[in-house]
């Protein structure tokens, strides 16, 4: 077996305020789209590939100095049996999101679900739904929108979109399917 190595990083202060991380580079194009997401809230974050299992010394020396280096959230994906997330959020107090993914070494994507979701009392991982890296960039941007009255004003923004774009498809809806209801 390989000597284990520290990364010997510097603990530089950064302007990202959320770190993206993932059990390896197969898992971007589903990570991606909560990068996606902070890109469409102005919020600064970095994205890299850190593994529990991988790189064990790397991912203690990332998630240790996360706070320190001025992250606010950490969103962690990971497929099959996915440590990542749980062992991160073991060795920082900065909230983290855990995205549970289908990779091809999961049998059915439960492995990975369970493995992020069921974590012991004392060490809480934010839990998203299958793939759902979209909503743990929404997630992230909520908890940044606490302290930041621009990100919370485009927050307000996104909701009342979604809402409307219902509200045309319920007007869409009811010109073949009338409703008592939006009468
Ligand atoms: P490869 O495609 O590199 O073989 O990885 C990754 O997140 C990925 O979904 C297959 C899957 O293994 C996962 N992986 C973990 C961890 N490290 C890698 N679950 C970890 O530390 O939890």
Redesign the pocket.
């Known amino acids: 077996m390989p000597e284990l190595q520290t990364t010997n990083h510097k603990l530089q202060t950064t302007n990202y305020k959320v770190g993206i991380i993932?059990?390896?580079?197969?898992?971007l194009p589903i990570m991606q789209q909560a990068a996606e997401i902070l890109k469409e809230f102005d919020i600064p974050f970095e994205l890299t590939v850190?593994?529990?299992?991988?790189?064990?010394i790397r991912?203690i020396e990332y998630a240790s100095s996360a706070k320190e280096r001025g992250l606010k959230v950490i969103i962690?994906?990971?497929?099959?049996?996915?440590?990542?997330?749980?062992?991160v959020a073991s060795v920082t107090i900065l909230p983290v999101i855990g995205v549970p993914?289908k990779?091809?070494?999961?049998i059915d994507g439960w492995d990975?679900v369970l493995?992020i979701l069921q974590m012991p009392n004392g060490v809480p991982v934010a839990t998203v739904a299958l793939n759902a890296a979209k909503n743990a960039g929404l997630l992230a941007a909520q908890i940044i929108a606490t302290s930041d009255e621009t990100v919370a004003a485009k927050m307000k923004k996104y909701k009342e979109g979604l809402n409307d774009s219902v509200i045309d498809k319920v007007k869409k809806l009811s010109v073949d399917w009338p409703n008592s209801f939006d009468e």
């Open positions: 993932m059990g390896s580079d197969s898992d850190v593994s529990a299992h991988r790189t064990p991912m962690a994906g990971a497929g099959g049996a996915a440590h990542l997330p749980g062992m993914i990779s091809s070494n999961s990975s493995s």
